[in-house]
Every structure is written in structure tokens, then in C-alpha cells.
T-cell receptor, first 107, second 113 residues
Framework: KNEVEQSPQNLTAQEGEFITINCSYS?????LHWLQQHPGGGIVSLFM?????KKHGRLIATINIQEKHSSLHITASHPRDSAVYIC?????????WGAGTKLIIKP | NAGVTQTPKFRVLKTGQSMTLLCAQD?????MYWYRQDPGMGLRLIHY???????AKGEVPDGYNVSRLKKQNFLLGLESAAPSQTSVYFC????????????FGPGTRLTVL
């Protein structure tokens, strides 16, 4: 069993839909990192959170430390949101990576 | 600020050749990381550094060496390249707090023939 698990692996939705990507972890962490990897390969940091909720534009990330679970939500999804979304848990100095969720938003 | 830069962007090597990948950051970050990403796979940590003059092994260190002689630079060396090292290499850096996010370079696409 992987220490950081994401679901779903793949997600296809229509433009405008509300998107939820889940991340569960089994290790003790100091923080959780959500990142986005574009089809071209570039990796962008979206959120780092250790408690509660953060919002940036149409993106919202939440974390429940007791349940060891985090979610990434996208409101009013758009084709440009199509990318791989990755959660990674900070444990000691290192990130423990989830396998990623490939999101496709159709117009 | 340029952020995190990587040199070169692309490289083709023959088996047995050596090369060095350079990562530079201008954010005064303590921590620096080298990852590799194989097609359809997630990132795997090769080596990392928690400060100038220090390095440590990650998940897949074999066949690679690193050096952090200056705080802003983190070098990844391949002494004798093998086809199994064909991959995209990403460098990242972050500040010293546990709550600091990692910033990634654009990647280096390496092919070993």
C-alpha cells in the first residue's frame, strides 16, 4: 500500500463541472503539497497546507489531519484546467508523492 | 527573479558518456532536490541537499552523484550514462520551514542511446 494515495487516477468532465480530487496518506506529515503538471511537463505548486482550507481563484484545498485526508476542488472547471494534479506529503525533509490524477475537461 | 533554472534543457548521450546537469535558484533556498520522471510515472527523488555542502540520497540514487558547493547551485552528475537513465530530470528548491512549498525548474529531457 502506497503511503500517499490519490483518487481517482483519471477523471474526465465537462466544462463547468465541480471537480474533486482526493488524497489520503498514512504517514505522519508536517504539511501537504498540491501541484499541477501541465501536458508540456512543467510543474507548478498550487497549495501547501497543514490545516484547514486554502483558496486561490477557482481552486480550493482542504485537509483533515485527524482523518489523514486532503481534497482539491476546482469550481467552474475549464479546458485549461486539464493537467495532472499531484498531492505530496511532507515527511522529514522529503516529499512522498501520490501517483497523480489525470484530469481532462471537455468543452 | 528567475526562480529555478536548469541547464541544459535537452541532451542526447551515448552509453558510457558522462555529463553534469546544473540547477540554479535565486531565492536563497536552503533545500534543493533532484527528481527523475519516467513516461507515465510520478516523480522519484534521486538526491537532495538540506544546505550548502550537504547532500543525501533519495529513493533512486544509484548511477548519480551530486554536489552543493554553493547554496544557489545543485549539480547532478552521471559518470557513465546508461539507457535506463533516459528520463526527464527536475530540480526543485524550497525554503527552510516545513511549510514552504517546493519550486520546480522546467526540466531537462535526457536521452541515452
Amino acid at each position: 500500500k502506497n503511503e500517499v494515495e490519490q483518487s481517482p487516477q483519471n477523471l474526465t468532465a465537462q466544462e463547468g463541472e465541480f471537480i474533486t480530487i482526493n488524497c489520503s496518506y498514512s504517514v505522519g506529515i508536517s504539511a501537504l503539497h498540491w501541484l499541477q503538471q501541465h501536458p508540456g511537463g512543467g510543474i507548478v505548486s498550487l497549495f501547501m497546507l497543514s490545516s484547514g482550507k486554502k483558496k486561490h481563484g477557482r481552486l480550493i484545498a482542504t485537509i483533515n489531519i485527524q482523518e489523514k485526508h486532503s481534497s482539491l476542488h476546482i469550481t467552474a472547471s475549464h479546458p485549461r484546467d486539464s493537467a495532472v494534479y499531484i498531492c505530496a506529503a511532507y515527511s522529514n525533509y522529503q516529499l512522498i508523492w501520490g501517483a497523480g490524477t489525470k484530469l481532462i475537461i471537455k468543452p | 527573479n528567475a526562480g529555478v533554472t536548469q541547464t541544459p534543457k535537452f541532451r542526447v548521450l551515448k552509453t558510457g558518456q558522462s555529463m553534469t546537469l546544473l540547477c540554479a535558484q535565486d531565492m536563497n533556498h536552503e533545500y534543493m532536490y533532484w527528481y527523475r520522471q519516467d513516461p507515465g510515472m510520478g516523480l522519484r527523488l534521486i538526491h537532495y541537499s538540506v544546505g550548502e555542502g550537504t547532500t543525501a540520497k533519495g529513493e533512486v540514487p544509484d548511477g548519480y552523484n551530486v554536489s552543493r558547493l554553493k547554496k544557489q547551485n545543485f549539480l547532478l552528475g552521471l559518470e557513465s550514462a546508461a539507457p535506463s537513465q533516459t528520463s526527464v530530470y527536475f530540480c526543485a528548491s524550497r525554503g527552510g520551514s516545513s511549510y514552504n512549498e517546493q519550486f520546480f525548474g522546467p526540466g531537462t529531457r535526457l536521452t541515452v542511446l
